[in-house]
T-cell receptor, first 117, second 114 residues
Framework: GAVVSQHPSWVICKSGTSVKIECRSLDFQATTMFWYRQFPKQSLMLMAT?????????EQGVEKDKFLINHASLTLSTLTVTSAHPEDSSFYICSALTGTTHTDTQYFGPGTRLTVL | AQSVTQLGSHVSVSEGALVLLRCNYSSSVPPYLFWYVQYPNQGLQLLLK??????LVKGINGFEAEFKKSETSFHLTKPSAHMSDAAEYFCAVSLGGGADGLTFGKGTHLIIQP
């Protein structure tokens, strides 16, 4: 149980185009999902917290107009990279939260590799 | 604010030997601490979690970690390494029990020598 999927697993796009990445909790409902970004040989950096039915909360330094997050249902959050540029190339990972307080556990998706040409 | 430092980007041990992966944290309040493992082409999997209930935490696959407040450490150990343990290991800290976003270390790549 507690499986999180991401689609696509990898995507290549041209500079200036927009790319949508989906994060789904397959066998549980998640009111909160998180989006992380991982550069090569570096740690995961939290980008934003996605709450179902409300606006996402972005970390300092993350452009909310470039990285649009929508959490329209309890099993789906989407990250859209708008007007992508080569510097947006990265590995994007989502996680979905289940549990309450001390039992809270984040389950991670396998990640999406974005390459912007 | 909180931070995590993992000492050693790569650790190599022989099969059957002790595994020790180091993690030190910085936090202004009592933290929740996590170890995750990432196998190639897979998502992060939770190994274990410290929630202040017990300083020695046992996880899956024979791993355990000990919370030492005086040393601000949460090192991960396994008595006997197995080839299947080869993976990337991440230490992470949270102030909200995991209900908020995690702050990760840079990761340690564990190599198992036959």
């Amino acid at each position: 149980g507690a499986v999180v999927s991401q689609h696509p697993s990898w995507v290549i796009c041209k500079s200036g185009t927009s790319v949508k990445i989906e994060c789904r909790s397959l066998d549980f409902q998640a009111t909160t999902m998180f989006w992380y970004r991982q550069f090569p040989k570096q740690s995961l950096m939290l980008m934003a917290t996605s709450n179902e039915g409300s606006k996402a909360t972005y970390e300092q330094g993350v452009e909310k107009d470039k990285f649009l997050i929508n959490h329209a249902s309890l099993t789906l959050s989407t990250l859209t990279v708008t007007s992508a540029h080569p510097e947006d190339s990265s590995f994007y990972i989502c996680s979905a939260l289940t549990g309450t307080t001390h039992t809270d556990t984040q389950y991670f998706g396998p990640g999406t590799r974005l390459t912007v040409l | 604010a909180q931070s995590v430092t993992q000492l050693g980007s790569h650790v190599s041990v022989s099969e059957g030997a002790l595994v020790l992966l180091r993690c030190n944290y910085s936090s202004s309040v009592p933290p929740y601490l996590f170890w995750y493992v990432q196998y190639p082409n897979q998502g992060l999997q939770l190994l274990l979690k410290y929630t202040s209930a017990a300083t020695l935490v046992k996880g899956i696959n024979g791993f355990e970690a000990e919370f030492k407040k005086s040393e601000t450490s949460f090192h991960l150990t396994k008595p006997s390494a197995h080839m299947s343990d080869a993976a990337e290991y991440f230490c992470a800290v949270s102030l909200g029990g995991g209900a908020d976003g995690l702050t990760f270390g840079k990761g340690t790549h564990l190599i198992i020598q036959p």
